[in-house]
């Protein structure tokens, strides 16, 4: 197989000492990240790429398993642009073959392969999201069934002949599964191989993953060393915390931040987290640099209100997303739905007949409460509003009409009664 730009191990004996400007791009690199290996070898890499002006490739795959991406989808996709504002090539990978396998990465069951069809309607919203965070005229994408789909039968053995069973079951979900009399599907051991063999194609010098693809990443770098290549470093970031501050974020936990959210409803639930959280977002989210961040978090531990640098995280975020026109209004909008009780411009507006509609059925009906406990539950504990009075009665029925219905700080919807 012919790589994008061959390099072989030899190259790493001959890496000039290490520039002041080498280590601060290792330091960049290090921010916020949770493991660099090797770290000796990435400086190494930044050295020498500063001495022949050739630039590092760094290598970044996403399975296209979902249309939409969140703000945890983003912090390796800030690693990138921060690598790429260093003058490196960045390659978005879209995994559009891979995803036909199937990651097993964390799971205890056999995670159901996509259909070609899936697969391509969901790529087709990836890059375009991932480009509110990346340089797009910068970066590279590539498919990995560029190389994967041609590899064929024959391929598929010599590639796998180079890789051993036990070494793959040392893999935690695969040892857990294996031990616990669960089923692994042969395809799902494929899947390692083939993302490893990407890192082959590409030619990468560094890639980039969540701590849950650490396994993946290291498979990677030995296939490298296999086909004669100079292996790469892997750099792993941490999974984001969800607003919840406990579970990762994720859309099926509802405790994310799209990225396509209305400016108003990102930067709402942006202002909902705690106060140490926010610390945690501004490392793995922010683009200000460290220092900056170290000077803000002083200033909130001698007096200054915590709220300020939060409102400034949000503003940030919503202008990287949207505009900064748009961050300005969703403060406005913000400020003057909690200090003056105003209702939100974009109010979602519902049609319900049948009155007298029981609240709790209107909550749920509204969408407000995912079900009529959760709502009874609002009721109970004091956040539900209809035209700004506060209502606790589990029995009240609301009788034809046109309401406001509130629930917590952030839902509104006008409901109107037939």
Same mark, same amino acid.
């Given at each position: 197989?012919? $790589?994008?730009?061959?390099?072989?191990?030899?190259?790493?004996?001959?890496?000039?000492?290490?520039?002041?400007?080498?280590?601060?791009?290792?330091?960049?690199?290090?921010?916020?990240?949770?493991? *660099?290996?090797?770290?000796?070898?990435?400086?190494?890499?930044?050295?020498?790429?500063?001495?022949?002006?050739?630039?590092?490739?760094?290598?970044?795959?996403?399975?296209?398993?979902?249309?939409?991406?969140?703000?945890?989808?983003?912090?390796?996709?800030?690693?990138?642009?921060?690598?790429?504002?260093?003058?490196?090539?960045? +390659?978005?990978?879209?995994?559009?073959?891979?995803?036909?396998?199937?990651?097993?990465?964390?799971?205890?069951?056999?995670?159901?392969?996509?259909?070609?069809?899936?697969?391509?309607?969901?790529?087709?919203?990836?890059?375009?999201?991932?480009?509110?965070?990346?340089?797009?005229?910068?970066?590279? &994408?590539?498919?990995?069934?560029?190389?994967?789909?041609?590899?064929?039968?024959?391929?598929?053995?010599?590639?796998?002949?180079?890789?051993?069973?036990?070494?793959?079951?040392?893999?935690?979900?695969?040892?857990?599964?294996?031990?616990?009399?669960?089923? &692994?599907?042969?395809?799902?051991?494929?899947?390692?191989?083939?993302?490893?063999?990407?890192?082959?194609?590409?030619?990468?010098?560094?890639?980039?993953?969540?701590?849950?693809?650490?396994?993946?990443?290291?498979?990677?770098?030995? *296939?490298?060393?296999?086909?004669?290549?100079?292996?790469?470093?892997?750099?792993?970031?941490?999974?984001?915390?969800?607003?919840?501050?406990?579970?990762?974020?994720?859309?099926? @936990?509802?405790?994310?931040?799209?990225?396509?959210?209305?400016?108003?409803?990102?930067?709402?639930?942006?202002?909902?987290?705690?106060?140490?959280?926010?610390?945690?977002?501004?490392?793995?989210?922010?683009?200000?640099?460290?220092?900056? +961040?170290?000077?803000?978090?002083?200033?909130?531990?001698?007096?200054?209100?915590?709220?300020?640098?939060?409102?400034?995280?949000?503003?940030? +975020?919503?202008?990287?997303?949207?505009? @900064?026109?748009?961050?300005?209004?969703?403060?406005?909008?913000?400020?003057?739905?909690?200090?003056?009780?105003?209702?939100?411009?974009?109010?979602?507006?519902?049609?319900?007949?049948?009155?007298?509609?029981?609240?709790?059925?209107?909550?749920?009906?509204?969408?407000?409460?995912?079900?009529?406990?959760?709502?009874?539950?609002?009721?109970?504990?004091?956040?539900?509003?209809?035209?700004?009075?506060?209502?606790?009665?589990?029995?009240? $029925?609301?009788?034809?009409?046109?309401?406001?219905?509130?629930?917590? @700080?952030?839902?509104?919807?006008?409901?109107?009664?037939?």
């Amino acid at each position: 197989m012919k $790589a994008d730009n061959p390099r072989t191990e030899g190259s790493a004996r001959t890496a000039p000492a290490a520039s002041e400007s080498a280590r601060e791009a290792l330091a960049v690199s290090l921010r916020g990240c949770d493991e *660099l290996l090797i770290e000796s070898e990435w400086l190494a890499k930044l050295a020498r790429s500063e001495a022949t002006r050739r630039p590092l490739r760094i290598k970044l795959g996403l399975d296209p398993t979902a249309p939409d991406l969140h703000l945890g989808h983003t912090v390796v996709l800030n690693k990138m642009r921060q690598l790429q504002d260093l003058g490196h090539t960045v +390659i978005f990978l879209i995994g559009d073959f891979t995803a036909m396998i199937g990651d097993p990465s964390g799971r205890n069951a056999t995670r159901p392969p996509l259909t070609r069809k899936q697969i391509e309607d969901n790529a087709k919203t990836y890059f375009s999201q991932a480009s509110l965070v990346l340089d797009a005229e910068r970066t590279e &994408i590539r498919y990995n069934s560029e190389w994967s789909d041609p590899l064929g039968a024959r391929g598929m053995i010599e590639l796998a002949a180079k890789y051993t069973l036990a070494r793959m079951l040392e893999r935690d979900d695969f040892t857990k599964r294996y031990r616990g009399g669960l089923p &692994i599907s042969i395809h799902e051991l494929l899947y390692p191989l083939m993302q490893g063999y990407d890192s082959v194609a590409l030619a990468s010098d560094i890639e980039l993953g969540g701590t849950d693809q650490k396994f993946n990443l290291l498979v990677g770098r030995e *296939l490298q060393r296999e086909y004669g290549q100079q292996p790469q470093c892997i750099l792993t970031m941490p999974l984001l915390e969800g607003l919840d501050g406990v579970e990762k974020m994720s859309k099926s @936990k509802g405790n994310y931040v799209g990225i396509t959210e209305a400016p108003g409803e990102m930067f709402g639930k942006l202002m909902s987290i705690s106060d140490d959280l926010m610390w945690r977002y501004y490392e793995l989210l922010s683009m200000r640099p460290m220092a900056e +961040i170290e000077a803000l978090r002083e200033q909130c531990s001698r007096g200054r209100n915590p709220r300020d640098a939060k409102v400034a995280l949000g503003q940030e +975020i919503v202008a990287r997303f949207h505009s @900064k026109r748009a961050a300005d209004d969703a403060l406005a909008e913000f400020e003057a739905r909690f200090r003056q009780g105003a209702i939100p411009s974009d109010i979602a507006e519902v049609v319900l007949a049948g009155a007298p509609i029981p609240i709790g059925q209107v909550l749920k009906q509204a969408g407000l409460a995912p079900s009529t406990s959760e709502a009874l539950r609002n009721l109970e504990q004091g956040g539900v509003r209809v035209d700004g009075e506060r209502v606790s009665d589990k029995g009240l $029925a609301l009788a034809a009409g046109s309401y406001v219905v509130q629930v917590g @700080k952030r839902r509104f919807a006008r409901v109107t009664i037939s």
